[in-house]
């Protein structure tokens, strides 16, 4: 099936910090998203992009979607603890979502 | 987005039994609804696809007599866990679709233990 690759795998990063996380993937999509998932909790979309180089904004949240429509990333700027959580991308292949193996991000404050 | 339920958030059963997990989409008619299964420091791995009144599409290596799901309305689908086993503990999440399928909003996850 289709893979995508996330890194980093993991961050511990000091409250104030920003952020940055990206997913790569062997093939091309069309539509690649972002979410946040807190635990014991379902995911929520952060930020859904559409097209190729596109940058989007939400809050303190950007994320790109590469020109090669192979990769993504996603920036959060001046970190809060309650960034904690686990970060997945995912990408829209045929009428399915595709997950990344997600990154967990742990905020010191 | 969706506003999605769960029901139960938690459960726990015996080995051999079978437990339903129900996914509500409480403000907007789902005709797809998605089931996921995360283990600890997993992704998710979809499971398979629930259209309103037809039988559900199952992703390869997912039993369908194991994982019965029935999508009998379009605001309700339910999973059901037949003769569960320890492996099947997990985290079962769903998501509602309505449109275009990369608008699925997520339930908060069923936890399920099988002792």
């Known amino acids: 099936g289709q893979q995508l690759n996330q890194s980093p795998q993991s961050m511990f990063i000091q409250e104030g910090e920003d952020v940055s996380m990206n997913c790569t993937s062997s093939?091309?999509?069309?539509?690649w998203l972002w979410y946040k998932q807190d635990p014991g909790e379902g995911p929520v979309l952060l930020i859904a992009?559409?097209?190729?180089?596109e940058l989007t904004s939400n809050g303190r949240l950007t994320a790109q979607f590469g020109i090669t429509r192979k990769d993504s990333f996603l920036n959060i700027s001046a970190s809060i603890p309650s960034d904690v959580g686990i970060y997945f991308c995912a990408v829209l292949y045929g009428n399915k979502l595709v997950f990344g193996a997600g990154t967990i991000l742990r905020v010191k404050s | 987005g969706a506003v999605v339920s769960q029901h139960p958030s938690r459960v726990i059963c015996k080995s051999g039994t079978s437990v339903k997990i129900e996914c509500r989409s409480l403000?907007?008619?789902?005709?797809?609804m998605f089931w996921y299964r995360q283990f600890p420091k997993q992704s998710l791995m979809l499971m398979a696809t629930s259209n309103e009144g037809s039988k559900a599409t199952y992703e390869q290596g997912v039993e369908k007599d194991k994982f019965l799901i029935n999508h009998a309305s379009l605001t309700l689908s339910t999973l059901t866990v037949t003769s569960a086993h320890p492996e099947d503990s997990s985290f079962y999440i769903c998501?509602?679709?309505?449109?275009?399928?990369?608008?699925?909003?997520f339930g908060p996850g069923t936890r399920l233990t099988v002792t």
């Open positions: 093939s091309i999509f069309n539509t």
């Open positions: 992009l559409y097209k190729a180089g």
């Open positions: 403000d907007f008619q789902a005709t797809t």
């Open positions: 998501s509602v679709a309505g449109g275009p399928s990369h608008e699925q909003y």
